[in-house]
T-cell receptor
């Protein structure tokens, strides 16, 4: 399997612009997680889905952030409008019910908001 | 709630030195415990895991034993290599609702010098 795929790998944008991050989980996995990693705050769970349904979005920082999972093979994380403090590396991870809670991470999207 | 505490870094060692990275946890119930590794510019990768008390996880010369009596899961390696330079994260799974979530420590950066 190709593993978790994220795009783009790098994104540079200006404050106020909309940013969309994309994730394709490992085929057959039924859980999908979005994380944010910064030097100051470490690794934070933003939201996770089970069978395409959002289960826990308590980590989403504010209304500017939204996530969707329209089908089992695709998810998006959108920031609108973006702010400089959103600059971070965003990771997507997936896991499956029978996998002993092991999560498999994508390579991340490095976002810089100017 | 569940939490993980791992030793502050950074840790700098010479090649072939012995490595210990301490990890202790607080949890209700019986979580699974994990060590993940993050190489520069990459996502997190599972290094090893243990699912019940007294289990030993091992991989690539690294080991960690699930100690319920001391609520610990310390990572060890007998002889580190330059290629082991990375950030290491201790994590535990949820034990009740939301058990698919992982709680991560803040990470310990290891640098191995030749």
């Amino acid at each position: 399997d190709a593993g978790v795929i994220q795009s783009p790998r790098h994104e540079v944008t200006e404050m106020g612009q909309e940013v969309t991050l994309r994730c394709k989980p490992i085929s057959g996995h039924d859980y999908l997680f979005w994380y944010r990693q910064t030097m100051m705050r470490g690794l934070e769970l933003l939201i996770y889905f089970n069978n395409n349904v959002p289960i826990d979005d308590s980590g989403m920082p504010e209304d500017r952030f939204s996530a969707k999972m329209p089908n089992a093979s695709f998810s998006t994380l959108k920031i609108q409008p973006s702010e400089p403090r959103d600059s971070a590396v965003y990771f997507c991870a997936s896991s499956w019910e029978q996998g002993g809670r092991t999560q498999y991470f994508g390579p991340g999207t490095r976002l810089l908001v100017l | 709630g569940n939490s993980v505490t791992q030793m502050e870094g950074p840790v700098t060692l010479s090649e072939e030195a012995f490595l210990t990275i301490n990890c202790t946890y607080t949890a209700t119930g019986y979580p699974s415990l994990f060590w993940y590794v993050q190489y520069p510019g990459e996502g997190l990768q599972l290094l090893l895991k243990a699912t019940k008390a007294d289990d030993k996880g091992s991989n690539k010369g690294f080991e960690a034993t699930y100690r319920k009596e001391t609520t610990s899961f310390h990572l060890e390696k007998g002889s580190v290599q330059v290629s082991d330079s990375a950030v290491y994260f201790c994590a535990l799974s949820g034990t009740q609702g939301g058990s698919e979530k992982l709680v991560f420590g803040k990470g310990t950066k290891l640098t191995v010098n030749p």
